[in-house]
């Protein structure tokens, strides 16, 4: 278990009407046991962020986007702004999903302008990185979440580690039931952290990385022993109650 806090983070893609997000939300806010010790935080999809946010106020939950636009307002039709993110109460931004990325044609470029565009506005973005299985399979695993993170963070400048959160999730493991093992997680998060030491300096000590793919209450526990690994993303299994406040208990 790493010093810094852990992050449990539930992205819920798109899933549920407002009446299933109030509900989920409530659930979660009212089954998290006293003394829990990670920093939890709900994504609904956009519709349900305000209502969601109604349901954690006062409860120290914290509520993310799931995907934002680069500009702060403008003709951009079907776009959020990470103003308007932060209008509705949001803590986090996840930016640069694998799915994002695979169905939307999100590029690195894309990435970096979404990054600096929620920082410049104060929120933290949840930048997700990974491999697909053929990368793993030709041994390009570092080569290519290495080449995300340079190409995301470029041009940041100084930050605080507590400004940014980074997820590696390896896009064979979402959502197909398929998770990295807690050593071929931990080798991809210390590979991650030895990069960010480059970028930020001692900042990088205090990032934390969530591992994200098919995370569950069964294999919670064994992944975030690992010394880099600092929480999770998690997709299906935040989808009900039981099994995301598993997970939390799981983080300790
Ligand atoms: C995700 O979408 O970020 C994710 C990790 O999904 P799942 O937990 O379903 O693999």
Known sequence: MSKRRP?????????????????????????????????????????????????????????????????????????????????VGCRYVIVGHSERRQYFGETDRLVNLKLKAVLEVGLCPICCIGESLEERQGGHTLAR????????????????????VLAYEPV???????????????????????????????????????????????NAASLMAEADIDGALVGGASLKSASFLGIIKAAG
Do not use: C
């Open 172 to 218: 064979w493991a979402i959502g197909t039931g398929l998770t990295a093992t807690p050593q071929q997680a931990q080798e991809v998060h210390a590979f991650i952290r030895s990069l960010l030491r480059e970028f930020l300096g001692a900042a990088a000590e205090d990032v934390r990385i969530l591992y994200g793919g098919s995370v569950t209450p069964d």
């Open 7 to 87: 992050l449990i983070a539930a992205n819920w893609k798109m899933h549920k009407t407002l009446e299933e997000a109030r509900s989920l939300a409530r659930e979660v806010r009212q089954g998290l046991q006293p003394g829990f010790n990670s920093e939890v935080a709900l994504a609904p999809p956009f519709t349900a962020l305000a209502a969601v946010a109604l349901e954690l106020a006062g409860s120290g939950l914290g509520l993310a986007g799931q995907d934002t636009h680069w500009e702060r307002q403008g003709a951009f039709t079907g776009a959020i702004s990470p103003v308007m993110l932060k209008d």
């Open 145 to 164: 979440v290495g080449q995300q993170l340079e190409h995301g963070l470029s041009d940041l400048g100084g930050l605080t580690g507590a400004q940014l």
